[in-house]
């Protein structure tokens, strides 16, 4: 089986850098996704990562270690509108390429 | 932007009826994928279909479940007598290719009653 943990809620202020953090325990690892969900709303693709190091996009930086079963999402300037919760979802090797999702992170970006 | 698309957006049925939840992947996506949320849980994972095939399904795909894609376009899922448990919003992705990231439509928010 698999087990995927992140917290269940943070909270920020507006113009700063959280950390989002996930751990995982798996076999067959095959990459590890971060998305973004809106309330209501269908998840939307941020992250990627298969190799251990740090994957930069915009605002937005994830990273890896595969030894640790380890991963965070950084999101830095934090805007109102990155109110919304945070998928870490891990793909296993023959699984179809499933994701298997965490219960997700809840982020408030307070004023 | 090339987008999934789903129909209907809100489905309300009885227990024990057929319902069919409907998805047009990206045009060019060979990967397809249905996931469903029930209210305040995980995404949980229903079913991969690649070449006109199951890849893989989950202990929550049971014999209720089918999918078929009936034309180029379409990627369809459905329930055959539906449970008040398969409440819920039910997701369809689609990728390029096996390991790429899976694109999700907007969902069909799925109401047995």
């Known amino acids: 089986g698999q087990n995927i943990d992140q917290p269940t809620e943070m909270t920020a202020t507006e113009g700063a850098i959280v950390q989002i953090n996930c751990t995982y325990q798996t076999s067959g690892f095959n990459g590890l996704f971060w998305y973004q969900q809106h309330a209501g709303e269908a998840p939307t693709f941020l992250s990627y990562?298969?190799?251990?190091g740090l994957e930069e996009k915009g605002r937005f930086s994830s990273f890896l270690s595969r030894s640790k079963g380890y991963s965070y999402l950084l999101l830095k300037e934090l805007q109102m509108k990155d109110s919304a919760s945070y998928l870490c979802a891990v793909r296993v090797r023959n699984s179809g390429y499933a994701l298997n999702f965490g219960k997700g992170t809840s982020l408030l970006v307070t004023p | 932007e090339p987008e999934v698309t789903q129909t209907p957006s809100h489905q309300v049925t009885q227990m024990g009826q057929e319902v069919i939840l409907r998805c047009v992947p990206i045009s060019n996506h060979l990967y397809f994928y249905w996931y469903r949320q029930i209210l305040g849980q995980k995404v949980e994972f229903l079913v991969s279909?690649?070449?006109?095939?199951?890849?893989?399904k989950s202990e929550i795909f049971d014999d209720q479940f089918s999918v078929e894609r009936p034309d180029g376009s379409n990627f369809t899922l459905k329930i055959r007598s539906t449970k008040l448990e398969d409440s819920a919003m039910y997701f369809c992705a689609s990728g390029l290719a096996a390991n790429n990231e899976q694109f999700f439509g907007p969902g069909t928010r799925l109401t047995v009653l």
């Open positions: 279909f690649y070449n006109n095939e199951i890849s893989e």
């Open positions: 990562n298969v190799l251990d």
